[in-house]
C-alpha cells in the first residue's frame, strides 16, 4: 500500500508554458507576478530572440524575450489567462508543452511549489 498523497486533480502533471515578450521589463513582471501567486514555479527569462512572422499582411522582424513558464496542468488555463490579462500584445504566444519526462525529483519541485496558488 502507497503513503504518496495524490495530485488534487487527476492527470494533473508538470507543464511548460511557452511566452514571448516585447522586452526583459514585461517578462520580468509576468513571471514576478505568477511565482508570487505561485501559479508557476519557475519562469526562465531569455532575452535577445529575433522573431519573423507575419502579422497583418506584413512581414514582421522583431527582438523579444522568450519565458518558459513551469507549472501544472491544472493551472494551465489560468496561467494563461493571468499572462494574457497584463500583456501588451493583441495576440501574445501562449503555448502549454507537456515534457516527455525529465528529473523526478525537479518534477515534483514544480508540483510542489504550485500546489497551492495564491490568487
Not at 511557452?18 to 531569455?46: I, K, M, Q, S
Not at 522583431?62 to 488555463?77: G, N, Q
Not at 490579462?85 to 511549489?113: F, R
Request: with cysteine; net charge neutral; charged share 15%.
Amino acid at each position: 500500500m502507497t503513503t504518496d498523497k495524490p495530485d488534487p486533480v487527476a492527470g494533473d502533471k508538470p507543464i511548460l508554458i511557452y511566452a514571448t515578450f516585447p522586452d526583459l521589463a514585461a517578462a520580468e513582471a509576468a513571471a514576478t507576478r505568477l511565482v508570487a501567486a505561485r501559479l508557476v514555479a519557475c519562469a526562465n527569462l531569455l532575452p535577445g530572440m529575433v522573431s519573423i512572422y507575419q502579422w497583418q499582411g506584413k512581414i514582421e522582424r522583431s527582438t523579444e524575450v522568450v519565458a518558459i513558464l513551469k507549472t501544472r496542468t491544472a493551472l494551465t488555463d489560468r496561467v494563461i489567462a493571468a499572462v494574457g490579462a497584463h500583456h501588451p500584445y493583441t495576440t501574445p504566444a501562449l503555448l502549454a508543452l507537456a515534457p516527455a519526462g525529465g528529473s523526478a525529483d525537479y518534477l515534483a519541485w514544480i508540483m510542489a511549489e504550485t500546489a497551492s496558488p495564491t490568487s
